[in-house]
């Protein structure tokens, strides 16, 4: 791939690109980093590392009074059981568009992408409507319903990408062998799909992590916010005071993480995001 | 097309079952396996759809009628949410609120696609540095948009960053135009890379035979780039493209928790119909919902029709494939 005959001229403008690259990505995301780890005081400092180093912001978010467990624990639960349900629901719909052949096959298909397309406000608004009448404000599942209209659109297309790459022979061989094709699909296809039933998880896992306006719409009680909201709401101690360092410290503790598990499986991760062609 | 003569020998169990001869052969497990998905989008898209087309008609109605009784509940008005976004006292907002999204959309997008398809260029052809570059590239997409809002809102404050490292002193969170320019490196930092990654998947397919070629011929590699690169990436480019666009036409986090709910130079439609539903407004608010899933549903038809964006992919069946398979199929099915 790589053109090795490349003059020298070019590949020093490579090299420049490969380094404006990397300080695109990782500069803004550092400055988070170094500010969540200066004193409060200093969140005005914009020296390029911290000095004196200081956890104060860490433990600011984590005081009781901010109840920020408590927010992260509602992000695991509502990301967790939308990943859940859409990876059970999804990955037979997935199967079948990768591996059936059956009329409207096309529009099937189609059909789930256009879903993912969707607006999510246009749901949100009757939606909202609804879970105030059966009163259903302030419940996980609130959050965890509407999410799925992004989430499941999102797995099925991703998981039926990798149940393409898996070659057709391997179970039909099994087929031949006397199988039928549900213990083809359980006992040779399922085991040799769980990578990419792993990555589609970690894909619907930080999309449904990262929602915003569900979460924000459906839940008025700080004991049922998500860590997103919860952080986009912290407060200072007075009014228009915005407690920056806290604000970072949070972001910090609600992106590394990701990040962490980002980058242990990024060739994985890569080849959903790019196979599927959506977010 | 070989066929439904004898199988050769070796292949012990050759005279399979085969399916995939006839389209109609798994309708009945595809339907079966199909259900499940099809049954939650029904329940979380196509019921709020249509739940939103009716509470658009409607509107609350909360007042004491003619004979002195107090009326509360819904009254159906027809038209009359849309007409008043339209020209009515709304109007204004609607139309401002129109603008940005609109706004947003094609300024993030071209950012977007130049920076990412620069991006994709020098991720495929760099000799060195692919592994952290493939690495940095995913942070920002990892990154919760409300998180990099607040990332971006601390950047951008008066005496941060941004200021210091420009010289300038800009108020940039703040109602004006520079609000709007916040908006929008937040969102091409966030989201230039993804379309980087898609459209180096894209270049990864080009065969080097190509540029072979096209340099035997003595093309620069500036004619290359026109010529062969971006005809031949078009399609991934195309794709990310369109859900690029359809993503930014519903933005919402990031003007929402950079700026503030009710800016004027940054509120988009998403941003409109939520507040106007969380204040009870219903009947306005599905009125806003509905204008932004039909200006969405018409990019993207225009997408797919008028560019010939291929969102299927190879999810598709491709056509010549199925007949010629329907063909061979009848001798093949020996079961």
Redesign the interface.
Known sequence: MSDTKAPGGRRWLLNVGVIIIVIYCLVPFYWMVVSAFRRPNDAGDNSPLPSPWSLENFDAVFSPSVGFWRSLGNSLVVAGTTTIITLIVGTFAAYTLARLDFRFKNVAAGIIIATSMFPGVALLVPLFKLFTDIEWINTYQAMIVPSLSFALPLAVWTLATFFRQMPKELEEAAMVDGLTRGQAFRKVILPLAAPGMFTTAIITFIAAWNEFIIALSMVNEKEMKTATVAISQFTGSSGFDSPFGTKMAAGVIVTVPLVIVVLIFQRRIIAGLTAGGVK | MTTSTAPPPTA??AP????????????R???L??T???L??A???L???I??VR?SLYRKQEGVDEAGFVVEGENFVGIDNFTAMFTGEAADRFWNAFFNTTFFTVTTLFLEIVIGV??A?????????KG????????????????????????F?A???AN?VLNSQILWTTEGFQAKVAVIIADV?KTA??V???V??GL?IIS?DVYEAARVDGASAWKQFWRITLPLVKP?LL??I???G??A??M??LP??MIGPRKRSVET??ML??E???NLR?GP??A???V??VY?AVV?YAFVKLLGAD???????RDKE?KQ?MKVGPGMATV
């Open positions: 012990a169990g399979k079952p085969s399916s995939k001869s006839d389209p109609q052969k798994h309708g497990l595809a339907v396996l199909l499940p998905t099809f939650v989008l329940l979380v898209i019921y709020p759809l739940a939103a509470e620069a991006m260029l020098v991720m495929h052809h760099a000799l060195r540095g952290i570059v493939r690495a940095s590239i995913l942070v920002p997409w990892a990154i919760p948009t409300a998180v990099s809002a607040i990332m971006w809102q601390f950047i404050q005496d941060g960053v210091e930092w890379p993804f980087g990654l898609l180096l998947a990864q080097n991934a794709v990310a369109l859900f690029r359809l993503d036409l519903r919402f986090d929402f928790v439609l998403s119909a939520q106007e539903a969380l219903i608010a599905a806003y919902a509905i932004l899933f969405v993207a969102v299927l992919g190879e999810a598709r069946t199925a398979k």
